[in-house]
């Protein structure tokens, strides 16, 4: 009688401790993905300045302040092409709020531009190179894959990593979890 009662108790707190981990982790702000990466390495991706499509040199610390979203991609990549509808509708949602996505393609600036303007999208697209890849690789991403995301939080500290695709869900959940709650 007494063996079922402590297995009991031992599923009990079992549940209660998984509960509790899960319920604090989705409070808290998301972590870097990637071992090894340290958050103020946001800094180096803040000082890149590449070229826009009409050949004008951005630097992406022009939007520190806002959750920015740095998506490297490629119009020869299908994954990237299934995910940039998602990452423009995702976007526009939160157009008013302090978010900037950037797309950073490892292409040429012709092809990005046929791209742009079969696609729409939303936001600026700039033209990397393989040092940028580089950089990609020094953020977490040392196989050079794409797409790779890297997400900034307001002061410009990197909030999460993602090698591979991302959904229009996760995409917003991650970039709202950084932003300030509603009336605050």
Not at 73 to 92: H, M, N
Not at 114 to 140: C, R, S
Not at 171 to 176: D, T
Request: proline residues 8%; positive net charge; glycine residues 8%.
């Amino acid at each position: 009688m007494k063996r079922p009662l402590q297995l009991a108790l031992v599923a009990l707190v079992a549940v209660a401790a998984a509960s509790a981990g899960y319920l604090t982790s989705r409070h808290r702000q998301p972590s870097v993905a990637t071992t090894g990466v340290s958050p103020d390495a946001g800094a180096t991706l803040l000082g890149l300045t590449l070229p826009d499509l009409a050949g004008q040199p951005q630097t992406l610390a022009q939007w520190q302040g806002k959750v920015m979203v740095v998506n490297f991609w490629a119009t020869w990549c299908p994954p990237c092409r299934k995910e940039i509808p998602d990452f423009a509708a995702v976007s526009q949602k939160l157009a008013t709020a302090p978010v900037q996505f950037v797309g950073v393609s490892i292409d040429a600036a012709d092809k990005v531009r046929a791209f742009q303007a079969e696609h729409t999208v939303p936001y600026p697209l700039l033209i990397g190179t393989a040092q940028t890849l580089q950089l990609a690789a020094d953020l977490g991403n040392p196989a050079q894959a794409l797409p790779f995301t890297v997400i900034l939080d307001r002061a410009g500290r990197i909030a999460h990593i993602k090698l591979g695709t991302l959904n229009a869900d996760e995409l917003e959940g991650k970039i709202r979890a950084l932003l300030p709650a509603p009336g605050a």
